[in-house]
Structure formats: structure tokens, C-alpha cells
């Protein structure tokens, strides 16, 4: 594998499942982020991982809960959510996200998820 | 914070044209911004970029352009092809804190044969 990987690639659940989103990096990057895409709306940033530190989570609702267990794995864990939760999630990876430079981002191909 | 604004949301062109994307941005600090092409059932990849110290960069039928005063960047594609039909995405920062970015909301380009 290579690159940015995102499992699973279509999750339906409903709003009283848990379930959990996975990303892998395979590029020996430093850090991650997950980001929501919905339709006719920017991509969002959600968090953002540097060295399995997370350094930002953007005012995310706590049924999100993110979890970086090493620099190449991130997880997103959802439990209870609504259905305008509904969207594309994002991972991505760059080689850091630290201060006074800019790294590019390599994204993955994205979870589709349905909340009903 | 920052805003970036994406116009057009659509833009339909004929194979061979020419296409044009433009972007503003809000905040003055941003220095960095780059372009990401999205096709259908992927994530988005980088095509281009520009930095605030260079006003235009190429690379084959792509290039970018920056107006730092009237903070807009736009992107320019030439001799238009089929297979770049996607949602393109315009985005900026800057090297303040830590690297995120702020995404425009995409222009899907439709490029018929």
C-alpha cells in the first residue's frame, strides 16, 4: 500500500451506532488531520495530529472523538451522531504541521457516511 | 480568521478552451496557496502551488497567478481536456502557527469533447 489509505469507504449507521474511521499513512509522515467535506461547503478541518499530539481541534461536537495511536495511524470514533453529520471524511498527512513552514498534504480517498 | 471565496461554482467549457478559477482570500498573513484537483470517488491532490514572494507559476498547461494587493489568485488551464472534468479547490495560509489550510468551496469543471 501507498500513499494515504481510508477504511472503510462506505459506512451507514444509525444515530445510536459506534462506530470508528480509520486512516493509514504510508508516506512517514509526521502529521495527520481529519477533515468533513459536505457538499457546496469548504472543506472543514476537523483536527490535526503533529507527533501524535493533537494541536487543534476546530470547535468539533464531542460525539467526534479522534485517537493517534502512532504517526501513522489515525482514527475518528463516532458515536451518536445526527444526521447532518453526513458528509465525506477527510484524512490526510503532510510531512509536519509545525510552525514557520508548509508542508503539502496528501489526502486519502475518503469515507462516504450516512447517518440515518 | 481566514476566508477564502471560490468563484465560479461551475464552470463548463469545450474541449481545447481555456478555463479560469479565481479566489480571494481575507487575511493579509497568508503566504501560501495552493491548488487541488478532486475527481470522483477520491480525495484531492495537489497540482499547483504558489508562494506570496512570486507573482505567476507554470507547469505545462497550468499555471497560477497571485495579486497580493488585491489578495486574489486564480487558476488558469489551457487546452482543456476531458479528463480535467473534476472539482477543483483553491486554498490558503499562512506560516503563522501551525500549517492548516482554508479551503475555498470548489469550482467543478466539465470539460466536453
Known amino acids: 500500500e501507498t500513499g494515504v489509505t481510508q477504511t472503510p469507504r462506505h459506512l451507514v449507521m444509525g444515530m445510536t451506532n459506534k462506530k470508528s474511521l480509520k486512516c493509514e499513512q504510508h508516506?512517514?509522515?509526521?502529521?495527520m488531520y481529519w477533515y468533513k467535506q459536505s457538499a457546496k461547503k469548504p472543506l472543514e478541518l476537523m483536527f490535526v495530529?503533529?507527533?501524535?499530539?493533537?494541536?487543534e481541534n476546530n470547535s468539533v461536537p464531542s460525539r467526534f472523538s479522534p485517537e493517534c495511536p502512532n504517526s501513522s495511524h489515525l482514527f475518528l470514533h463516532l458515536h451518536t451522531l445526527q444526521p447532518e453529520d453526513s458528509a465525506l471524511y477527510l484524512c490526510?498527512?503532510?510531512?509536519?504541521?509545525?510552525?514557520?513552514?508548509?508542508?503539502?498534504?496528501?489526502f486519502g480517498p475518503g469515507t462516504r457516511l450516512t447517518v440515518l | 480568521g481566514e476566508n477564502v471565496e471560490q468563484h465560479p461554482s461551475t464552470l463548463s467549457v469545450q474541449e481545447g478552451d481555456s478555463a479560469v478559477i479565481k479566489c480571494t482570500y481575507s487575511?493579509?498573513?497568508?503566504?501560501?496557496f495552493p491548488w487541488y484537483k478532486q475527481e470522483l470517488g477520491k480525495g484531492p491532490q495537489l497540482i499547483i502551488d504558489?508562494?506570496?514572494?512570486?507573482g505567476e507559476k507554470k507547469d505545462q498547461r497550468i499555471a497560477v497567478t497571485l495579486n497580493k494587493t488585491a489578495k486574489h489568485f486564480s487558476l488558469h488551464i489551457t487546452e482543456t481536456q476531458p479528463e480535467d472534468s473534476a472539482v477543483y479547490f483553491c486554498?490558503?495560509?499562512?506560516?503563522?502557527?501551525?500549517?492548516?489550510?482554508?479551503f475555498g468551496k470548489g469550482t467543478m469543471l466539465l470539460v466536453s469533447p
Open positions: 490526510a498527512s503532510s510531512q509536519d504541521g509545525t510552525s514557520g513552514s508548509y508542508n503539502e498534504q496528501f
Open positions: 504558489i508562494r506570496s514572494n512570486v
Open positions: 495530529y503533529n507527533f501524535k499530539e493533537q494541536t
Open positions: 486554498a490558503a495560509t499562512s506560516n503563522s502557527g501551525y500549517s492548516t489550510l482554508t
Open positions: 508516506l512517514g509522515h509526521n502529521a
Open positions: 487575511d493579509s498573513a497568508s503566504n501560501y
